[in-house]
Structure formats: structure tokens, C-alpha cells
């Protein structure tokens, strides 16, 4: 039986605030629900679901609806009917299960841990969830090795992800009652998320970036502000200025794929090191030759997660963690000091 529409559009919520969107849900169920609009109009129903559901890559979702986990208007739809525009698209499907995945001795910097939750300071390069590509040496597989009870709980308890490239903190929950709460907190957006990001440009002040963000129209594996999209809203604030280059304290009220990456983009002021939404830079008057180098040579996205706050799962006590910027980004911000004129 599917479920109602007031259950799907709660799961979509809880789903989608992350910072990188994880496919979870209750024992790693997916339900989604959505009506297609005029801008689906004669595309295939596996490249309109692809882009209006951006969590998952489109062989996934070819591979359900042969399945038979998509309906259209009620019936098992098929990967390449052409769409009219206003037929119900309902989904239905489970992911693998989280004892399918193998545990890795993985090198883990825990900041917190007790009976309900444990806090990661997750490192450059390392995957958080086992997909396409790496199906192993991610967090996931490195929790299992550390705590193998976390198999009983969906996804290993990650509710939710950081980009590949993107360091900093990310929490877990260890038992039902914190991945429940957690859950709730994200779905209600009270979870505290603070990034650093160092952007090409220079912005005249602080601000506030409020759009839509969705599939990339062209490039399928990248985001883009859409209108089709999802609400997304970024706030950022300006801690220090270097030649050609700003340090934004940014944080996030929304939590969707690429979001702050995307949004900087979308503003003008791309990360440093961002290959997906960056953009090649001239010469940089009034930056050293050394640190227009480093910047240059920086070979990820320049964004630290910093700062994570939440309510504890059984106490209700009011939970901050703040973690130093990572090695490799903190390196090059010391040259950029050194160097700069701002």
C-alpha cells in the first residue's frame, strides 16, 4: 500500500535537510510523492524524475521504476513514457540494507560520543556513505568497524552527509530514539550548521542567498539554482579579505546538495578549489606570488565545518561543537595572511 501524501511530504523534509542529502528514512525506505509540471512536458519520466529528485542518480531511478516502485496516476509507470504535465508521480522503494556493507578499520576523529550520538570531525577525501564508485573506505563502512551495533539502525545512523571534499563536523545517531530526534531536528531546521569558505572576490558585506536549488538543466551531475528547485536559503558573513579572495562565515537553513557551493556560485563568488562550480582566475594584483600559488594549487572546495549545534536526544540539553579548520585549508589561510594585503 503507498503511503499517504501528509506522510510522504514529512519524509521529504526530514530527508532533505542535510548537508549533503542522504537517501534515508525509517529502515532506509524511500517514498517520495510529486506532481509534474509544465516544465516536464515531454520528457522522458526517468530524465523529469532525475532532475526533480536530485538525492538519487538517475540508474537508480531507471532501476525502480523497473522495478515497480514508481506509479504514475496510479499504475506502474514505465522509464520512457513521455510526460503530459500534471500526472502524480508516487515512489516507493528500499535502499540496501545497512548490514549489506562490509566494516573497515578507518581511521575515525570522534569530538563526542556517549549512549546516543557520536560527532565526527570528518577529513578531506573521505566518502561518508557507500555509492557508485566507492563502495568501500567510506565513514560508513569505518563506523561499522568502530561500532558494529550501528548496522541495526538505518544508514548506520548517518542522517546526514558532507560533501566528498568538504571537512569538518557531522553527527551520528548510536540508538532509535537519537535517529528519530535527529531526524525531527533536521526535518524543523533548529539543527546549528557553520561553515568557513574561502571565495574567489570580493563581497561588499554580508547577506543572505535565498533560491531554489535543483538538478543541473545540462551537467546531471552537478546542482544549479532552479526554478523547478527546492527552497534553499544561505546566509554568509565576511571574516577577513585577502587580495581577490574573502573568508565568509556562512550558515545554512536549508540543507541541500552542493547547497553553499552552488549558492556562492550563483552570487558570483565561487569556493576556491570548487572543480564543479569554480571558475579559472586571471592574475591577482596585491597577492604574493607564493600565495596566489597556493591558492591555485588548493585541491579541494575550501569549505570547513566548522560549528554544529543540536538538542541532545534524551536530556534535552542544548549541545554546541566548534572544530579547528582543517589542516590543509587553515595552511593555506596562514599563507594568504602572510601574503596579503587584507
Given at each position: 500500500?503507498?503511503?499517504?501524501?501528509?506522510?510522504?511530504a514529512?519524509?521529504?523534509?526530514?530527508?532533505d535537510c542535510?548537508?549533503?542529502?542522504?537517501?534515508?528514512?525509517?529502515?532506509?525506505?524511500?517514498?517520495?510523492?510529486?506532481?509534474?509540471?509544465?516544465?516536464?512536458?515531454?520528457?522522458?519520466?526517468?530524465?523529469?524524475?532525475?532532475?526533480?529528485?536530485?538525492?538519487?542518480?538517475?540508474?537508480?531511478?531507471?532501476?525502480?521504476?523497473?522495478?515497480?516502485?514508481?506509479?504514475?496516476?496510479?499504475?506502474?509507470?514505465?522509464?520512457?513514457?513521455?510526460?503530459?504535465?500534471?500526472e502524480?508521480?508516487?515512489?516507493?522503494?528500499?535502499?540496501?540494507?545497512?548490514?549489506?556493507?562490509?566494516?573497515?578499520?578507518?581511521?575515525?576523529?570522534?569530538?563526542?560520543a556517549?549512549?546516543?550520538?557520536?560527532?565526527?570531525?570528518?577529513?578531506?577525501?573521505?566518502?561518508?556513505?557507500?555509492?557508485?564508485?566507492?563502495?568501500?573506505?567510506?565513514?560508513?563502512?569505518?563506523?561499522?568497524?568502530?561500532?558494529?551495533?550501528?548496522?541495526?539502525?538505518?544508514?548506520?545512523?548517518?542522517?546526514?552527509?558532507?560533501?566528498?571534499?568538504?571537512?569538518?563536523?557531522?553527527?551520528?545517531?548510536?540508538?532509535?530514539?537519537?535517529?528519530?530526534?535527529?531526524?525531527?531536528?533536521?526535518?524543523?531546521r533548529?539543527?546549528?550548521?557553520?561553515?568557513?569558505?574561502?571565495?574567489?572576490?570580493?563581497?561588499?558585506?554580508?547577506?543572505?542567498?535565498?533560491?531554489?536549488?535543483?538538478?543541473?538543466?545540462?551537467?546531471?551531475?552537478?546542482?544549479?539554482?532552479?526554478?523547478?528547485?527546492?527552497?534553499?536559503?544561505?546566509?554568509?558573513?565576511?571574516?577577513?579579505?585577502?587580495?581577490?579572495?574573502?573568508?565568509?562565515?556562512?550558515?545554512?537553513?536549508?540543507?541541500?546538495?552542493?547547497?553553499?557551493?552552488v549558492?556562492?556560485?550563483?552570487?558570483?563568488?565561487?569556493?576556491?578549489?570548487?572543480?564543479?562550480?569554480?571558475?579559472?582566475?586571471?592574475?591577482?594584483?596585491?597577492?604574493?606570488?607564493?600565495?596566489?600559488?597556493?591558492?591555485?594549487?588548493?585541491?579541494?572546495?575550501?569549505?570547513?565545518?566548522?560549528?554544529?549545534?543540536?538538542?541532545?536526544?534524551?536530556?534535552?540539553?542544548?549541545?554546541?561543537w566548534?572544530t579547528?579548520?582543517?589542516?590543509?585549508?587553515?595552511?593555506?589561510?596562514?599563507?594568504?595572511?602572510?601574503e596579503?594585503?587584507?
Amino acid at each position: 500500500m503507498l503511503p499517504d501524501p501528509e506522510s510522504l511530504a514529512a519524509f521529504d523534509e526530514a530527508a532533505d535537510c542535510a548537508d549533503e542529502p542522504a537517501e534515508s528514512g525509517a529502515d532506509d525506505l524511500i517514498r517520495r510523492e510529486l506532481r509534474i509540471d509544465m516544465d516536464d512536458v515531454g520528457s522522458r519520466l526517468d530524465v523529469a524524475l532525475a532532475r526533480r529528485l536530485p538525492d538519487f542518480s538517475r540508474s537508480r531511478l531507471q532501476a525502480w521504476i523497473d522495478e515497480g516502485w514508481v506509479w504514475l496516476d496510479g499504475r506502474p509507470a514505465q522509464r520512457k513514457e513521455r510526460l503530459r504535465g500534471g500526472e502524480l508521480v508516487r515512489l516507493e522503494a528500499r535502499l540496501p540494507r545497512s548490514d549489506q556493507f562490509l566494516p573497515e578499520p578507518i581511521a575515525l576523529q570522534v569530538v563526542f560520543a556517549d549512549e546516543h550520538l557520536l560527532v565526527i570531525d570528518k577529513p578531506p577525501g573521505l566518502v561518508v556513505h557507500p555509492a557508485a564508485g566507492n563502495w568501500s573506505g567510506t565513514l560508513l563502512n569505518g563506523l561499522l568497524h568502530r561500532s558494529p551495533a550501528l548496522a541495526t539502525l538505518p544508514r548506520c545512523g548517518i542522517v546526514h552527509r558532507l560533501d566528498k571534499d568538504t571537512s569538518g563536523l557531522l553527527v551520528v545517531a548510536r540508538t532509535p530514539l537519537a535517529h528519530t530526534s535527529l531526524v525531527q531536528q533536521l526535518r524543523e531546521r533548529t539543527v546549528t550548521r557553520e561553515y568557513r569558505a574561502l571565495v574567489v572576490g570580493e563581497p561588499i558585506a554580508g547577506g543572505s542567498v535565498d533560491a531554489p536549488i535543483g538538478r543541473h538543466p545540462v551537467r546531471r551531475t552537478a546542482m544549479a539554482v532552479t526554478r523547478s528547485g527546492r527552497p534553499a536559503r544561505t546566509d554568509y558573513r565576511i571574516l577577513a579579505r585577502y587580495p581577490g579572495h574573502t573568508l565568509l562565515g556562512v550558515r545554512l537553513h536549508t540543507g541541500r546538495t552542493h547547497q553553499i557551493r552552488v549558492h556562492m556560485a550563483h552570487i558570483g563568488f565561487p569556493l576556491v578549489g570548487d572543480p564543479t562550480y569554480g571558475a579559472r582566475r586571471g592574475p591577482r594584483t596585491g597577492m604574493g606570488v607564493e600565495a596566489d600559488a597556493a591558492v591555485r594549487a588548493f585541491p579541494r572546495q575550501a569549505l570547513h565545518a566548522i560549528k554544529l549545534g543540536l538538542v541532545h536526544p534524551a536530556n534535552a540539553e542544548v549541545m554546541t561543537w566548534e572544530t579547528p579548520i582543517a589542516p590543509d585549508f587553515a595552511a593555506l589561510l596562514g599563507r594568504l595572511d602572510g601574503e596579503g594585503d587584507g
